[in-house]
């Protein structure tokens, strides 16, 4: 009979150190240094962890509630663990370097030792958080690291210096970022060779009135922009197109596309792009609506080589001479209104009319929406309609009138449509009954009410 049966063996400490550390490097640091209490043959291990993660929020929970001695005292408890942790640590590199920072602004003065330590141990992927009211400046030696391959900044001042050059630098994630002057973001992609993924989250002081992503091995690129402040800019401004728009994204390699932006947008040279999606609304227009039109024809024309169309819209278009592009590409079409709007009827109108073989059609209503919008469907029957559309899913279907109109024409004239399917839970029951009886097109169409 085995002697150890019933007995407590530690099985994870005859672990290799190899894997020992590879499971610390899944803590935050707080807890992987912690684990050096546990016995001699921890002691030491949290030393070669190569993931480090500093968060005065989860190092000291109640900071808000505390008197401002003890704040006093608990900041100095933060840095001298971080200055203990850097000064220890034989790892030699680190993979993974999360700053966060939310308590004392006497911590601003020591982001740029700790972030250039990092870059000294040839970090790979570095995070700096700063939630304090004062955003903090970068050390210049961040601008020339050779191995940062994910640079995410977030409460940052982007001042540029003489020299970047980030050669291994593939994504890039920038939130509430403060730019030193209008060229500073293109001066910093300047230097990103390989840069193939890129997250903006902008905010009303960034300093960038236009924006300019113009890089040549972008891949995927989201922008969010929430900015009010540049309204009466916007509405007066006589510039032509390249400098009276707010955002203007010129990518060759583009292959995804993510925008929600208040502003006018301008995008070119984008013939790979094969899935945009848009959040575009209305509040940036409240005395010219009729630009909606002119905003959505420039939009649209810049991606005329898409095959996945998101389009969630919270505007109706006034302008009725403008002309969408054909879309030849498209193949799904997910077309939705935002907040308490209707669908964009006419857009929607114009839209199957200009993407010939369009398969796949999601629309998404509002429930909270009290438009009482009229479908006026397109003079001729859309070719997608009589050749290739096979499937469409609508969600969040209220009863309305005009959700009606659009999903009677739908099935009246899609004639080779394979299946519909409606989510009616938000919509009386007699809607099912009037859904059920409508007429279809197609032969081989399976109508799904889901209650």
């Known amino acids: 009979m085995d002697s150890n049966i019933g007995k407590n063996i530690d099985r994870i400490s005859n672990l290799p150190d190899a894997l020992l550390c590879h499971i610390l490097s899944f803590l935050p640091t707080k807890y992987a240094v912690g684990s050096s209490t546990l016995s001699t043959r921890w002691q030491y291990l949290w030393t070669s962890v190569p993931n480090l993660d500093f968060d005065d929020s989860k190092c000291f929970q109640e900071y808000a509630r505390l008197s401002e001695d003890k704040r006093k005292e608990v900041d100095l408890s933060f840095q001298y663990f971080v200055n203990r942790v850097l ?3 034989d790892a030699p590199c680190f993979q993974q370097f999360h700053l966060q920072i939310g308590g004392s602004l006497q911590l601003l003065d020591l982001v740029d030792t700790w972030i250039s330590a990092a870059v000294k141990r040839n970090v ?31 409460g940052v001042l982007l001042h540029i210096p003489c020299s970047v050059w980030l050669p291994s630098l593939k994504n890039l994630r920038l939130d509430y970022v403060e730019y030193g002057d209008e060229d500073s973001l ?6 990103c060779p390989i840069l193939e993924e890129m997250y903006i989250h902008r905010w009303t002081v960034d300093s960038q009135m236009v924006l300019n992503v113009s890089v040549p091995t972008l891949k995927r690129l989201t922008v969010f922009c929430y900015r009010d402040d540049f309204i009466d800019q916007l509405d007066d401004s006589d510039e032509p197109d390249d400098q009276g728009c707010k955002l203007v994204v010129d990518a060759p390699q583009l292959e995804y596309l993510y925008l929600a932006d ?8 984008l013939p790979s792009l094969s899935k945009a999606s848009f959040s575009v609304r209305h509040v940036c227009l409240r005395r010219r609506s009729f630009i909606d039109g002119l905003r959505m024809y420039k939009l649209l024309s810049g991606i005329t080589n898409v095959k996945v169309l998101e389009a969630h819209l919270a505007f109706q278009t006034d302008v009725n001479d403008y002309m969408l592009p054909t879309f030849h590409n498209l193949t799904q079409l997910n077309f939705g209104a935002d907040c308490d709007t209707s669908w964009n009827l006419k857009l929607l109108a114009d839209l199957l ?26 003079q001729k029957v859309p070719s997608c309609l009589l050749l290739h559309l096979k499937k469409i899913n609508v969600k969040a279907f209220t009863g309305k009138d005009y959700e009606l109109d659009v999903i009677e024409y739908l099935l009246r004239n899609a004639k080779v449509l394979r299946k519909m399917t409606i989510d009616c839970q938000y ?7 009037e859904l059920a009886a409508f007429p279809r097109g197609s032969k081989t169409c399976q109508l799904n009410l889901l209650l």
């Open 87 to 89: 000064l220890l640590s």
């Open 124 to 154: 790979q992927d570095l995070n700096l958080i700063n939630g304090l009211e004062i955003n903090v400046r970068l050390p210049v030696r961040l601008f020339t690291s050779k191995t940062l391959v994910v640079l995410s900044l977030s």
């Open 186 to 191: 293109q001066e910093f992609l300047i230097g």
């Open 262 to 269: 208040f502003v006018d947008i301008l995008l070119r040279n």
């Open 353 to 378: 009319r200009c993407s010939p073989n369009l398969e796949v059609l999601i629309l998404t209503g509002s429930i909270f929406s009290t438009s009482a919008a009229c479908w006026n469907p397109p």
């Open 427 to 433: 919509s009386d029951d007699c809607c099912c009954g």
